[in-house]
């Protein structure tokens, strides 16, 4: 059964610097990786998709890095902004058959820019 | 280009109730899925519809069922509301079942169960 998890849970950083956010994920049979944020009480915003076959995959600021092999993804932000305080979300959708076409999610980094 | 829309945004329903959501993917796309975010449990797989078949379900009780049209707009239905069904519900569309495709998520239906 595939597990992703995220770290760090929460994350607080003064606006202008560089972060990191991790994902990993157990089994390392993925179509892709999707990042997605997500503002309070709303839906999720889609920022990166990496295919299988990808190594990273950037868009403006945002540059996701994949190693199926470890099973781990990491979303670089620069140059961060009090607009980018949210919640970010990992999702991986699997090869086995019971997987189907959904994804698994981790639960999330909190992230907040303070001005 | 409009999003996925889903609606209503706000539903309060007592226990043993019934509800329908709807959700209205992005023009073009054919698979919609739907997912129930809670605190507890985080956002969770319901189920997948393409071309008005259900083409893969959740661990969830037949209480939550759904539906796809030929327009490809989608509903959601759970029976016998209990408190623990409080969730937001979030819709993703894609173009097709391609498993390279992009998933685009709705604002999602806030359900409250008193």
């Not at chain 1, 099973?71 to 990992?90: E, F, M, V």
């Not at chain 2, 969830?60 to 759904?66: C, K, L, V």
């Amino acid at each position: 059964k595939q597990e992703v998890t995220q770290i760090p849970a929460a994350l607080s950083v003064p606006e202008g610097e560089n972060l990191v956010l991790n994902c990993s994920f157990t089994d390392s049979a993925i179509y892709n990786l999707q990042w997605f944020r997500q503002d309070p009480g709303k839906g999720l915003t889609s920022l990166l998709l990496i295919q299988s076959s990808q190594r990273e995959q950037t868009s403006g600021r945002l540059n996701a890095s994949l190693d199926k092999s470890s099973g781990r993804s990491t979303l670089y932000i620069a140059a961060s902004q009090p607009g980018d305080s949210a919640t970010y979300l990992c999702a991986v959708r699997s090869t086995h058959d019971n997987y189907g076409q959904n994804f698994v999610f981790g639960p999330g980094t909190r992230l907040s820019v303070l001005p | 280009k409009a999003g996925v829309t889903q609606t209503p945004r706000y539903l309060i329903k007592t226990r043993g109730q019934q509800v329908t959501l709807s959700c209205s993917p992005i023009s073009g796309h054919r698979s919609v899925s739907w997912y129930q975010q809670t605190p507890g449990q985080g956002l969770q797989f319901l189920f997948e519809y393409f071309s008005e078949t259900q083409r893969n379900k959740g661990n969830f009780p037949g209480r939550f069922s759904g539906r796809q049209f030929s327009n490809s707009r989608s509903e959601m239905n759970v029976s016998t509301l209990e408190l623990g069904d409080s969730a937001l519900y979030l819709c993703a569309s894609s173009l097709n079942r391609g498993l390279a495709t992009e998933a685009f998520f709705g604002q999602g239906t806030r359900l409250t169960v008193v």
